[in-house]
């Protein structure tokens, strides 16, 4: 059964950084895309960055775009989210998911493409 266990969240101010980490297991994690996602309270899920299987393309929201930085690590099986100057708006629990279908090309950005989550950790954004 594949596990996904997010770490690295927590409280920073305006400006600040933090790096997320998920830790997958379960099944070969090289071979799958990888999405972090976000909800903030009383807001939708919204798609935040993701990354193809091999590490080689990929997406960002345009909210996120040249703050934030996806990578992985298929050896330690592990999917990274740095965000830097981070904004009160940021504020939400960030979730890691595994996509669907094994080889994609391409990232999705659809929750519904991605078949395990994680159970996500807290961002706190202060002004």
């Known amino acids: 059964q594949v596990q996904l266990v997010e770490s690295g969240g927590g409280y920073v101010q305006a400006g600040g950084s933090l790096r997320l980490s998920c830790a997958a297991s379960?099944?070969?994690?090289?071979?799958?895309?990888m999405g972090w996602f976000r909800q903030a309270p009383g807001k939708e899920r919204e798609f935040v960055a993701g990354?193809?299987?091999?590490?080689?393309?990929?997406y960002y929201a345009d909210s996120m775009k040249g703050r934030f930085t996806i990578s992985r690590d298929n050896a330690k099986n592990t999917v990274y989210l740095q965000m830097n100057s981070l904004r009160p708006e940021d504020t939400a629990v960030y979730y890691c998911?595994?996509?669907?279908?094994?080889?994609?090309?391409?990232?999705?950005?659809?929750?519904?493409?991605?078949?395990?989550w994680g159970q996500g950790t807290q961002v706190t954004v202060s002004s």
């Open positions: 379960g099944r070969t994690f090289s071979r799958y895309a």
């Open positions: 990354i193809t299987w091999s590490g080689g393309s990929t």
């Open positions: 998911a595994e996509d669907s279908s094994a080889f994609r090309s391409r990232v999705v950005v659809t929750g519904g493409e991605y078949d395990y």
